[in-house]
C-alpha cells in the first residue's frame, strides 16, 4: 500500500500537488532521528535555508539506519507565507533563513514515530513534489509503539547525542539511571562539528549518571574549553557533542586511579594536543 494513499483516508482533502515530501537526512549539523527523538521535530523542520515548502502540506520521511527506510514524522500544514529569520543553529550564526508557519495534522500523529515506510532514495534532493514519488514509497511496516530511546543497550554499545541525554536525563529513564549510576570511569565527549574530542571522568556517588546530569543541564558540565564553546555560541552548540563510555570502573574506585586512567585516553587520544582538554 502506498503511504500517501494512508494518510489520504485520514486527511481527504490531501492531494500530491498539494504537498511536498521532506526527506529529512543528515545535513552537517544534525541528525534528524536525534531531533524527532527529542521531540523537536516540528519546529526544527520549520527552519529552512531556502523556500523548501511553498505547498499546503509536508509529508515528513526521516532517514533510517535500515536501507530504504524512512520513518513518517508527520504530515504538516503550511498554515502562511515564509518569512526570514536569524538562523538558530550555532553553525550559522549572523545567517538568516526561512521560517515556515506549519503545523502538525492530529489526524496523523497516532502513525508519527511508528508508520515505516519503504523507498529508494535516487536523487539526493531532499525536497521532492509529492506527484513525483507517491508510487514508490510504500508501507513496510507499522511499529507497536512510537520509535523513543531505548533501554539502557550496555556500556560498550553507548552513543548518545546531546539532545538523546537530556531526554534520558529529564525523563530520568530507569534503566539509564540505574546503569549510569551504578559505575565510575572515563568518557569520551565528541564535537561533530569540528572532530575535536574531550576525555573526562565520573567517580564518587552517582558515577556518570551525576556527571553527565551536569552536561545535560549546562552543555559543558564546568569544563573549560566545552564552557568557552557554549558560552560564546550558546547552549544550542551542545547539540554537536555526543557521549559515549571508554571505560568503566567500580563506583569504589578511588578518585585517584579513575583520573589516572583519564589521563592514559588522553594520552593515547591526544586530546590536549589536538582537541578540547585543556590539561
Known amino acids: 500500500m502506498r503511504v500517501f494513499d494512508m494518510l489520504k483516508l485520514l486527511v481527504p482533502e490531501l492531494e500530491p500537488k498539494a504537498t511536498k515530501i521532506h526527506l529529512a537526512g543528515w545535513n552537517g549539523h544534525d541528525d534528524p532521528l536525534d531531533v524527532f527523538l527529542?521531540?523537536?521535530?516540528?519546529?526544527?523542520?520549520s527552519f529552512q535555508a531556502r523556500r523548501n515548502f511553498e505547498r499546503a502540506f509536508v509529508l515528513s520521511l526521516i532517514e533510517m539506519q535500515a536501507t530504504d527506510r524512512w520513518l513518517f514524522a508527520g504530515l504538516h500544514r503550511v498554515e502562511g507565507a515564509c518569512f526570514r529569520v536569524p538562523d538558530p543553529h550555532p553553525a550559522?550564526?549572523?545567517?538568516?533563513?526561512w521560517r515556515y508557519p506549519m503545523s502538525e495534522l492530529a489526524e496523523t500523529t497516532e502513525l508519527s514515530g511508528r508508520l515505516v515506510a519503504a523507498y529508494t532514495?535516487?536523487?539526493?534532493n531532499a525536497y521532492r513534489d509529492a506527484e513525483k514519488l507517491i508510487d514508490r514509497i510504500t508501507m513496510a511496516e507499522v511499529l507497536p509503539r512510537r520509535l523513543s530511546i531505548g533501554t539502557f543497550p550496555g556500556f560498550r554499545s553507548v552513543d548518545l547525542s546531546f539532545?538523546?541525554?537530556?531526554l534520558i536525563v529529564g525523563q530520568g529513564f530507569e534503566s539509564w539511571r540505574s546503569a549510569l549510576s551504578s559505575v565510575a570511569g572515563?568518557?569520551?565527549i565528541s564535537d561533530t562539528e569540528t572532530g575535536k574530542l574531550y576525555v573526562g571522568s565520573a567517580s564518587g556517588m552517582g558515577g556518570f549518571w551525576s556527571r553527565w546530569?551536569?552536561?545535560?543541564?549546562?552543555?559543558?558540565g564546568?569544563?573549560?574549553?566545552?564552557?568557552?564553546?557554549?558560552?560564546?555560541?550558546?547552549?544550542d552548540r551542545a547539540k554537536a557533542f555526543r557521549f559515549s563510555v571508554l571505560e568503566i570502573a567500580d563506583i569504589h574506585t578511588g578518585?585517584?586511579?579513575?583520573?589516572?586512567?583519564?589521563?592514559?585516553?588522553?594520552?593515547?587520544l591526544l586530546s590536549r594536543e589536538h582537541g578540547l582538554n585543556g590539561n
Open 255 to 268: 578518585e585517584a586511579d579513575v583520573i589516572a586512567r583519564e589521563c592514559h585516553w588522553k594520552r593515547v
Open 38 to 45: 527529542a521531540g523537536r521535530f516540528p519546529e526544527w523542520q
Open 163 to 166: 539532545d538523546e541525554l537530556g
Open 121 to 124: 532514495r535516487d536523487a539526493r
Open 92 to 97: 550559522k550564526l549572523g545567517q538568516e533563513c
Open 213 to 220: 546530569s551536569s552536561y545535560a543541564t549546562t552543555g559543558h
Open 222 to 235: 564546568g569544563n573549560v574549553e566545552l564552557r568557552a564553546l557554549v558560552n560564546v555560541q550558546g547552549l
Open 186 to 188: 572515563v568518557y569520551l
